[in-house]
């Protein structure tokens, strides 16, 4: 049976034969492209190549299924997935950091954290167990859209105290003390992450408690890209309807599914140092009731037109984007200009609430981290060539430098 691809496609399919032989990158049944689909045989048996030229596609990168595992025989499994990792092992890999690191300073320098956005038509709330080895750090945001109130419950602890899963199924990731236990509980065998609340009172702070679920039905985007060789970074993001409540003092927050959302982010990199990226992100739903939402980060990694974890998310399925650069010409809390050199995203952004995390450690090691929420304006070409507006849509932004 012949194979019939896009060029863009067909030149990346050689690419992987060649240069990746050994990973399975090319186990599925159909692959996913910007502006249409490509599908071949299951069992590859023929290296004729037929080429189908689209003269509409500004930008096409090819989207498989998974192997089962992150790391095979010592090697990571690059490329960009829209399914899950059964098996998430970045430690299994063979001294990404170089040969002559020891595996003590390979599991030192990998990042991992699990995030999340929760949001409906008033609240936007971030939250995240965060490892960066050399400390932890949890933290839940409440951001109210319309008056820019913001409670922030933030703890730094140590990295040992608290447990970033290993995988989405039958796993979890939380840090538990007397007064503050956030909870990211992972059951992909039934499609759905539960997020849980319980936070002690504080001064002028309210307490919080209560859960809530996503239904993970959608598409999600699933990457593993190369800083080196056989160094990088994973990620699985999915934006899902959500369902459930929050107490924060006498107040309610309801998460009807018809109009509320989350984005989870399983995450784990061996970043280069210092550890650089910049991040937006927005979702809510658009006019016709769909759910959409965007991913679209700059960050270390290679090619970025071959490796980016850069989406569109409409009504439940995802397209790839190309890669952007998010430029900041008047500082931090100005408005941020994002755009590809394709045409196909043209966003600004305009912080609303301050949000920074400074961490300094004996004048040498720490963090510079700004992450300001506010309100989003401009549009995305879809696969279809119309374009989706986000104007109006409430997200977030981030400037970050990591030296730890």
């Not at 990973?23 to 299951?42: D, E, I, L, T």
């Not at 048996?45 to 990168?61: E, H, I």
């Not at 006019?287 to 965007?294: I, K, Q, S, T």
């Not at 004048?363 to 929420?373: E, F, K």
Request: aromatic residues 10%; proline residues 6%.
């Amino acid at each position: 049976m012949g194979i019939e691809l896009c060029l863009p496609c067909a030149l990346v399919t050689m690419w992987s034969s060649t240069v990746r032989a050994g990973v399975n990158v090319m186990a599925a049944s159909k692959r996913r492209v910007y502006g249409h689909s490509c599908y071949r045989s299951s069992a590859i048996a023929s290296t004729r190549v037929r080429l189908r030229v689209m003269r509409d596609s500004p930008y096409c990168r090819a989207v498989d299924s998974p192997p089962e595992a992150l790391v095979r025989d010592g090697r990571f499994c690059f490329g960009t997935f829209n399914e899950p990792f059964r098996i998430v092992n970045p430690e299994d890999a063979s001294r990404p950091l170089g040969a002559a690191m020891p595996r003590f300073v390979n599991r030192f320098r990998l990042k991992e954290w699990e995030a999340f956005q929760l949001g409906n038509d008033d609240y936007f709330l971030v939250g995240a167990v965060y490892n960066a080895k050399a400390l932890g750090l949890v933290q839940l945001a409440i951001v109210h859209k319309h008056t820019g109130r913001k409670w922030l419950y933030e703890k730094q602890v140590p990295s040992w105290s608290l447990q970033v899963a290993s995988g989405l199924y039958s796993s979890r990731s939380e840090y538990r003390s007397r007064g503050l236990t956030l909870i990211i509980r992972n059951q992909l065998e039934r499609n759905r992450f539960t997020v849980e609340v319980d936070i002690a009172p504080r001064g002028e702070m309210p307490r919080v408690r209560g859960a809530v679920t996503a239904h993970h039905t959608t598409e999600p985007i699933v990457i593993c890209q190369p800083f080196g060789d056989n160094r990088a970074l994973y990620s699985h993001k999915a934006l899902m309807p959500a369902e459930g409540k929050l107490e924060v003092g006498a107040e309610t927050l309801a998460f009807a599914q018809a109009r509320s959302f989350m984005v989870v982010d399983d995450h784990k990199g061996y970043y280069p140092f210092p550890m650089k990226y910049d991040w937006v992100t927005a979702a809510g739903f658009a006019p016709d009731g769909a759910l959409v939402g965007f991913n679209l980060t700059d960050n270390q990694v290679q090619n970025h037109d071959l490796y980016n974890e850069n989406c569109l998310w409409h009504d439940g399925t995802m397209q790839v984007l190309p890669p952007v650069r998010i430029t900041r010409p008047n500082g931090v809390y100005a408005p941020w200009q994002i755009k590809d050199t394709h045409g196909m995203v043209e966003l600004s952004f305009t912080p609303k609430v301050k949000n920074e995390v400074m961490i300094n450690i004996l004048g040498v090691l720490g963090s510079d981290y700004y992450g300001p929420y506010g309100d989003f304006e401009g549009r995305i070409r879809r696969a279809d060539g119309s374009d989706i507006d986000f104007t109006g849509f409430y997200g977030m932004g981030e400037q970050k430098t990591v030296r730890i």
